[in-house]
């Protein structure tokens, strides 16, 4: 396709940090031509065409997958690279011990010579975008430099990409930099580099989502999480979602939710049959900024304006929405394909694979035909539960945080925590086993604070007390909630139906926020009763919901411990609050 030599904006308009910024880059990276996106339809079609001849992309069966591709990534780039994520600030206690550290200088020199003439050969990119609507005074902007035509297209679909981010950009005069190169894809010369301090990013040898489009978990959540602390917002790991009950009165919650524990799903919930007159409305999956409104509420905007979700186990009964949102014009990475040339991965229920995701014919010796963390991505518009207040500028007001992991005990199916500072101790323990979708062992128990983890871009002892802050600020905040989709009986098998079950749990928060619900005090917080919960049309023993909604006192007293021991990581830094609703815990359960 052609090659855009000028920026799209008069060098006149663009401010003097963009032109220079660019411009060093090009000098360090030594590439052969430069292209500033400009997000149009033309341009997207263009690199499409562009990744199909050079055999990077792969166009699917267009009967049954119209305008559908399938990319595959190296078999050593297929997940998060958390041993490889640095946090670089000036002090190392900043970063915290829940991120890895390198000195900012030290990181620099790294990166610098992993770039050196790294483009050699290769088109530079210029990738303006925006976070969050356009128009927003709660969105931020980005310039991401890639030499990945795949990363582009990712962006155009993952954000507000192109020429009006631009020009906010060049209003503005601030934006997150952001430089990326494939390299050799080579896993020994592979770092993904954050500096908080400076509102950068560099990385360099992967070419995976997660490591590679800067906007997504690199901007949104690791640097845009310092930027809200500085700034009094939050920066979130958490999904968006409107809930119309019959009465016609809608409810927006933000939900919290560790890799592969159903976040996707909840987002997109359709409400079962036995639940007439319910509606939801997605308004994002995956990230969620959080700012203290004027009247004293909380108010959320999605900064993403697609969705990059794993596809295995998606299918017409599990997420009948995210099924038929992908069925055309989706971007999809290293799933199986069939006979005759459509995706396929575990759970999808119908076909048979014959080409596994790397290109070999299929041999289930090999392991799954599809990878795990294989992944779609697509517009949020084509998502049938699509709501139209993700482009409010303002957003939209939060009833309801929710937390949750993937626990086989311990954890009930809900609870609610007491107040604000309570929940920020429900948020900041959350414990949840490990996924595919980060490079390690699946299934150990870990945690993972407001599924945070990985993306909190500074010392979570400081996040917490930043989280703390924000309780302050609010006249009216939300009600704070814990669930757990994935408790097991003794047997092993759940006991919760989960999918869209789970609306019952979520109907009840809602009560609880118009102050209608019941609900019995707990040492851990307010629960359901058995006859709080709407089990109509359910399929499940009454033994089960008393399992489901039971407090295991010896159980939760070697977890409010291991809650102190995990705290006493962080020292000195920990906010005397937090100690405190720990140390009340365990005054209740005594």
């Not at 976070?131 to 310039?143: H, N």
């Not at 009964?317 to 290293?334: G, S, W």
């Not at 407001?450 to 917490?464: H, I, L, R, S, V």
């Not at 937090?578 to 209740?588: F, N, P, T, W």
Request: aromatic content about 10%.
């Amino acid at each position: 396709m052609p090659i855009a030599s000028k920026p799209l904006l008069p060098l006149a308009d663009l401010s003097k940090n963009v032109a220079e910024w660019v411009h060093s880059i090009r000098e360090l990276t030594d590439s052969d031509q430069i292209h500033w996106c400009d997000g149009s339809d033309a341009e997207y079609r263009g690199l499409m065409t562009q990744l199909q001849t050079e055999g990077e992309l792969q166009a699917l069966n267009p009967e049954h997958f119209p305008n559908c591709f399938l990319a595959r990534s190296h078999p050593s780039d297929v997940a998060r690279v958390e041993h490889l994520t640095f946090v670089c600030t000036t002090e190392r206690e900043d970063a915290g011990p829940n991120n890895h550290w390198m000195a900012p200088a030290e990181a620099h020199a790294k990166m610098r010579e992993l770039f050196k003439g790294c483009m050699k050969g290769r088109t530079l990119y210029v990738v303006p975008y925006c976070m969050g609507p356009i128009d927003s005074p709660y969105s931020r902007c980005g310039i991401e430099i890639t030499d990945s035509a795949y990363v582009v297209i990712n962006m155009a679909l993952m954000t507000r990409m192109g020429r009006r981010a631009l020009e906010r950009i060049a209003r503005e005069g601030s934006f997150v930099k952001g430089l990326h190169s494939t390299g050799e894809l080579d896993p020994n010369r592979r770092f993904i580099m954050h500096f908080p301090e400076e509102l950068a990013i560099e990385s360099f040898g992967s070419g995976y989502g997660g490591n590679a489009l800067l906007g997504k978990k690199c901007h949104a959540l690791r640097i845009a999480s310092f930027q809200a602390r500085n700034e009094g917002w939050l920066a979130e790991h958490m999904l968006i979602v409107g809930l119309q009950n019959p009465q016609g009165e809608t409810h927006y919650i933000a939900a919290a939710f560790p890799s592969a524990c159903g976040k996707t799903n909840l987002a997109m919930l359709i409400p079962p049959s036995s639940m007439p007159g319910w509606k939801i409305f997605t308004v994002g999956d995956d990230i969620a900024w959080l700012h203290p409104g004027p009247d004293g509420r909380l108010y959320a905007i999605n900064p993403e304006a697609g969705y990059f979700g794993v596809v295995p186990g998606t299918n017409a009964k599990t997420n009948r929405n995210a099924y038929e949102m992908i069925q055309r014009d989706t971007l999809f990475t290293n799933v199986a394909l069939t006979a005759d040339h459509q995706p396929w991965w575990e759970g999808l229920e119908r076909g048979t694979p014959t080409i596994d995701w790397q290109g070999r014919p299929y041999d289930a010796a090999n392991g799954p035909a599809a990878h795990p963390n294989s992944r779609f991505t697509v517009s949020a518009k084509q998502n049938p539960n699509y709501s139209p207040a993700a482009d409010i500028p303002l957003g939209v007001p939060i009833s309801a945080i929710v937390f949750g992991g993937r626990r086989r005990n311990v954890a009930p199916l809900v609870y609610e925590a007491r107040n604000w500072n309570h929940g920020v101790l429900v948020g900041a323990s959350v414990a949840s086993e490990t996924t595919a979708a980060a490079i390690g062992e699946a299934g150990v128990l870990r945690r993972d604070p407001m599924a945070m983890k990985p993306f909190c871009g500074y010392n979570f002892a400081d996040y917490w007390s930043h989280w703390l802050s924000i309780g302050q600020k609010l006249t009216q905040p939300p009600r704070v909630y814990h669930v757990n989709w994935f408790r097991r009986d003794a047997e092993g098998a759940f006991l919760w139906p989960g999918f869209g079950d789970n609306l019952r749990v979520l109907a009840w928060m809602l009560e609880r926020c118009t102050g209608h619900g019941e609900a019995q005090d707990t040492p851990i917080g307010y629960l359901p009763r058995a006859k709080d919960l709407n089990v109509e049309g359910l399929s499940i023993a009454p033994t089960a919901v008393d399992e489901l909604l039971s407090v295991d006192l010896g159980q939760w007293r070697a977890e409010a411990k291991d809650m102190s021991n995990y705290f006493d990581e962080f020292g000195a830094r920990i906010p005397t609050a937090l100690r405190s609703e720990v140390q009340a815990l365990q005054k209740r359960l005594s």
